[in-house]
């Protein structure tokens, strides 16, 4: 049953731990009852925000508005073939519950993206990704909801428009739309990709390249890097690998020895961001009630009761320096609201 929560603290729906309020929280099971909800309000005249599990954004003030947060559940098998696996999961179902599950049954395609925090939902709005594997990979289809009218979606790959953390739920349709399940194509045959890291020594120390394997190689590499939000407040990686010109890449090469890099094609190459972060001597470092993660300088975390504004000014002294250090301009992966 749909609850509808007022002047509520947001604390406990967002991962950063961040102390702010909600006019309106409505909380959805299904399909049907966002549906209903629709109908009762007139959402195009409405301050509305759309949350999953919280875990990529940060609210630098209370949110004047409604926001909605589908729960709705539901893992299972729609259709097979010689190949592949089709897989329909609800968005308010936990990532990770999902991977496990692939995990379980001999779901190939999911492994690399084990413990990222979040809902369904957000995978593909976000194109979330890791130890190269991005959701565009495996998503068939994202089926949601419009919020003008209640009208049903169903996009395939394609109609996405999915880029690096990107897609057209991030663009012409931001604040448009409710994502509510999606499907997705996995294989029966391995096609492993252990490039990244220490990913492929770290499972050869476990024996063969498997599923378990590789999703526990993972899934411990992450806990070593990066902190429990229960624990430490943290929205995960804040920032996007910048992409910059394989020029760009080579005079940085001049200043150090070893720059680690993922070339995207003849002209353009990704730097992880955490390294450039690292560099420019923010590992660690604190700045009122926040500050950089000393395991993983990628992340930005909450010290303890943090404002979101504090965030906010982290990110944009961490941003500042880098571009006049190297001349890359960091973007925030992380939605600032």
Known sequence: MRQSLHNTSLRKYNTFGIEVNAKELIICHNKEEIQTLINEKNFNNQNTLIIGGGSNLVFTKDFDGIIIHPQIKGISLIKEDDSNFWIEAGAGVLWDELVQEAVNNNWHGLENLSYIPGHVGASPIQNIGAYGVEAKDVIEQVKGIFLEDGKDFQFNNTDCKFGYRNSIFKNELKGKVIVTSVIYKLSKEPNFILSYGTVKEEVEKLGEPNLKNIRKVITAIRK?????????????????????????????????????????????IKLPAGWLIEQ???KGRTMGNVGVHDKQALVLVNKGGASGNEVLNLSQAIIKDIQEKFSITLEPEVNLI
Do not use: C, M, R
């Open 224 to 268: 070593s890097k990066l902190p429990e939000p229960e624990e430490v407040g943290n929205a995960g990686s804040f920032f996007k690998n910048p992409i910059i010109p394989i020029v760009k890449f080579h005079k940085l090469q001049e200043q150090f020895d070893k720059v680690p890099s993922y070339p995207i094609d003849t002209e353009w």
């Open 280 to 282: 420019a001597g923010w």
